[in-house]
C-alpha cells in the first residue's frame, strides 16, 4: 500500500501535457480483437486499468508488444480463450467490453459480473439486451455471463437508458455482423465518436456516432491499423480544477476544449479566466472562488467524473452551493473525507449544499473512489499544512504519473510507503 503526502498552499503555474485517454484507450484495445492483423496505438496511458487490460488480453491469447514508451501492439490473431475470469473483471467494470468483440468474431463468451469503482449500481442489462436482439442467447451461471450465437446478426435495438460502454459494446458487436444495426437512444461522448473513427478506418461502417442514433454496416472482416490515442478529457478537467483551487494559473497541453465545454462554462462563472486554443485550455484564477451551483449530466452536459474535483474547489467558495448527481446515486463518498478537512458539506439525496469556508486543513484522509482520490488531492493542494492520503491505489486507474505532473507545476506531493494499512 502507498499514501499520497501533500503539503499545501502552493499556486500551481506552468503547463502540463495531457495524457491519453484511459476512456477512449480501453474499448480500442478490446476492438483489437475484431481484427486478426496488427493493431498499434501510441499514446497509451501508463494506468493500472490498462495493465488489466493487457492481462485480460493475453488471458484470450492475444500477443502484446509495448515496444516504446507509450506504444502498444495488439495481434489477436488467433483467440484461444474466450472467459474473461472473475480475479480480472472485479477490479475494471470496462472488462465487460471484451463481450461485444468476442460474440462478434467467436460467437461466445463467458465473462464474469463486473465490479470497479463503488460508486452505485451501474447494470449491463442494456449490454446484454442489445446481443440477444442481435441474436445471441444469454445465461447467467455462477457469476458469469455465458453468451452464444452462430453469427450476430443486424438489429434495431433502443437502450432503456443512457450508456457508454454499453453503446460502444454493441458497436464492436454490430461492425462483424451479418446486416445492418440501428442503435437508438446512444450515448455521445467523444470516447464513442473516437472507437467507430478507428473501426471505420479498419474499413469498419459506423455513421452517427456522436448523434443519439447510429447505424452500423456489419463487414466480414476488419484490417489492422496504427492510431493515436485522443487526450483525457478528464486528466485535463482535473488539473484546470487543480489551477482553480490554488489561486494559480495552468495550462492543459493537447486539451481540446469543446470536450470540457460544461466545466469551463462552470469555471467562468466561478470567476477563472478562461482562454482557449484548438489545442490548449488555460485557467488563471483572480484569487476569489464563487460558489456556483452544478448539476451533473451525461455529455454534453457536466460529467459525473467533474463532480467531485468540483465540490473539493466549491468547499473554498465565497458562499453557498448546491450540486446535484444525477448519474450515479453513491457518488458522495468523497464527502466525509472534504469534511474531515474543514469543509462545509451536507448531503441530502442527491444533492449535496456546500457552504464555503475560507480555508481547509490538512488531515488523514481515505480515498474511496477514483475521482475522490483526485478530488482530495486538490483539496490538499489548498489545505493549509500537510495532508496524507491513503488507499491511492484508486487514482492509478485513472491518473498518469500524477505526483510528477503536480510537482512540475509547482506543488509540495510525494509519494510513501504506507504503514498505516
Do not use: W
Not at 501535457?17 to 483489437?32: D, R, T, V, Y
Not at 478529457?233 to 460544461?262: F, K, M, Q
Amino acid at each position: 500500500m502507498q499514501k499520497i503526502v501533500i503539503r499545501g498552499g502552493r499556486a500551481l503555474k506552468g503547463s502540463v501535457e495531457i495524457s491519453g485517454s484511459k476512456n477512449a484507450a480501453l474499448p480500442l484495445m478490446f476492438a483489437s480483437l475484431l481484427s486478426r492483423d496488427e493493431m498499434t496505438f501510441h499514446r497509451v496511458p501508463v494506468l493500472r486499468d490498462i495493465r488489466t487490460t493487457k492481462q485480460l488480453l493475453l488471458q484470450l491469447g492475444v500477443q502484446l508488444d509495448d515496444f516504446a514508451p507509450g506504444t502498444l501492439r495488439i495481434k489477436a490473431r488467433d483467440i484461444i480463450d474466450h472467459t474473461a475470469p472473475y480475479e480480472l473483471v472485479k477490479t475494471m467494470r470496462a472488462s465487460v467490453m471484451v463481450l461485444g468483440p468476442l460474440m462478434a468474431r467467436e460467437g461466445r463468451a463467458d465473462v464474469s459480473l463486473p465490479g470497479g469503482c463503488a460508486i452505485g449500481a451501474r447494470p449491463i442489462e442494456q449490454h446484454l439486451k442489445g446481443l440477444e436482439a442481435m441474436g445471441a442467447t444469454i445465461e447467467l451461471q455462477n457469476g458469469y455471463i455465458q453468451a452464444r450465437a452462430d453469427r450476430l446478426k443486424g438489429a434495431d435495438f433502443s437502450f432503456d437508458l443512457t450508456t457508454v460502454t454499453g453503446t460502444e459494446n454493441l458497436i464492436m458487436a454490430a461492425s462483424l455482423a451479418r446486416g445492418t444495426t440501428v442503435l437508438r437512444k446512444c450515448a455521445i461522448e467523444p470516447e464513442i465518436v473516437e472507437l467507430a473513427h478507428v473501426i471505420n478506418r479498419m474499413g469498419g461502417s459506423v455513421h452517427g456516432a456522436g448523434t443519439t442514433t447510429i447505424v452500423i454496416d456489419g463487414k466480414d472482416r476488419l484490417e489492422g491499423i496504427a492510431h493515436e490515442i485522443m487526450p483525457d478529457r478528464i486528466e485535463a478537467g482535473t488539473y484546470l480544477l487543480a489551477a482553480a483551487i490554488t489561486r494559480g494559473d495552468v495550462t492543459a497541453v493537447g486539451c481540446n476544449p469543446s470536450h470540457v465545454a460544461a466545466l469551463l462554462e462552470k469555471l467562468d462563472e466561478a470567476g477563472l479566466r478562461v482562454e482557449t486554443t484548438a489545442t490548449e485550455t488555460r485557467v488563471i484564477s483572480n484569487g476569489n472562488i464563487k460558489s456556483r451551483d452544478v448539476v451533473t449530466d451525461p455529455y454534453p452536459g457536466f460529467a459525473t467524473d467533474f463532480q467531485a474535483q468540483y465540490m473539493a474547489l466549491m468547499a473554498l467558495g465565497d458562499s453557498r452551493c448546491d450540486i446535484t448527481e444525477n448519474v450515479f446515486e453513491n457518488r458522495f463518498m468523497h464527502v466525509q473525507e472534504l469534511v474531515r478537512m474543514g469543509a462545509g458539506i451536507r448531503v441530502s439525496g442527491r444533492t449535496a449544499r456546500v457552504e464555503g469556508v475560507k480555508k481547509l486543513s490538512g488531515a488523514h484522509v481515505q480515498a474511496t473512489d477514483l475521482r475522490a482520490s483526485a478530488s482530495l488531492i486538490l483539496a490538499g493542494l489548498a489545505a493549509n499544512g500537510v495532508t496524507e492520503i491513503h488507499r491511492v491505489y484508486h487514482l492509478d486507474r485513472g491518473y498518469e504519473r500524477i505526483e510528477e505532473k503536480l510537482s512540475k507545476l509547482g506543488a509540495d506531493i510525494r509519494r510513501e510507503k504506507d504503514d498505516m494499512l
